[in-house]
């Protein structure tokens, strides 16, 4: 039978299929907000499923439904984003704001795109953007309210989490530890957190008289960390420093697959204390970054703009040292 004459499927038809009232899935649409999350979830999942559509005529645009903000990261598989985003969502979810998640795959075409395609449909941005250029995102700021993340852009507002202070407590720690000559396994190239990592890494190494090197860009994953591991050992390194905790398992796992003991014959130390950071068998050494905190923060920070301060206002959040077995006195 042809599309165009195929019965429509109701709202009571949606009802009936879950064993729930009517008005029950009515209003899952009408006022999502005031029912459970995950019920209202997955009535609409079914309701998708059996090819349920609202016929425009009955649509209402709630105030509270039509508030929404788009949240652009680079990799939303990445523990490290989904942890921002859990934040991002609860603090969202609870001022009864909608949010679109937009993945750039770490592409400048595709963070330009989505600026352009959502600054005009949206309340808000808030945006992981590495690599878009400075006066690309002041223009944003000018016309629409957004709020970087783990970039500081001049007169835009942000969010980062973590301080030159925990960079610091990180070198420190190695130093304590007598490593003298530590490898630092960079993440992308044009990435604002990259650049500043590296800074301080220099600054500090050089502080404490610590041997330091820069091997990369690598893409900040496991599989990437295996071959920054080769690369690393060649440096005769007694410390290896990855990006983020996925470089740095991958690190761990190419080492010990060489032969290597982690941490007698090599320390390794990550960033951001993503759920990898703990299974790995030997645990591993990096600053807990606060993500869900700094997505509650940049939700408020979204909301200040929203309210009309147009004032950028930057949030700096600290990140604790936490010590596991990858980290370990140098042997030689």
Partial sequence: MASSSRKRVTLQDVAKAMGLSPSTVSRAFTDPER???????????????????????????????????????????????????????????????????????????????????????????????????????????????????????????????????????????????????????????????????????????REFGIEFQVIGPFIPTIKQGHVAAALAVQENPTAIMGFNDQLAVGVIQRLLADGYDVPGDFSVTGFDNTQSASIIHTGLTCLNAPLNQAGHTAVELLFQRLAGQNEAKSALLNAELVVRGSTGPARR
């Fill in 35 to 205: 029912g459970n999350f995950q019920t209202v979830e997955h009535i609409m999942q079914v309701a998708q499923d059996m090819g349920y559509r609202r016929h425009p005529a009955r649509l209402r645009l709630e105030p509270s439904i039509s508030r929404t903000i788009n949240m652009i990261v680079q990799d939303s598989s990445n523990p490290f984003y989904i942890n921002f985003l859990h934040g991002v969502l609860e603090r969202a979810r609870m001022a009864g704001y909608l949010t679109i998640v937009s993945d750039t795959g770490d592409d400048l075409t595709m963070e330009r795109a989505y600026v352009r395609r959502f600054k005009q449909t949206v309340d808000g941005i808030i945006a992981a953007a590495p690599i878009t250029p400075d006066s690309e995102l002041r223009e944003l700021a000018r016309t629409t309210p957004v709020v970087l993340f783990n970039r500081e852009v001049s007169d835009v507002s942000s969010v980062v989490a973590f301080s030159s202070e925990d960079i610091f407590k990180l070198v420190q720690h190695l130093y304590n530890l007598n490593h003298r000559r530590i490898v630092f396994c960079a993440g992308p190239k044009f990435a604002w957190s990259n650049k500043v990592r590296i800074e301080r890494l220099t600054h500090f190494t």
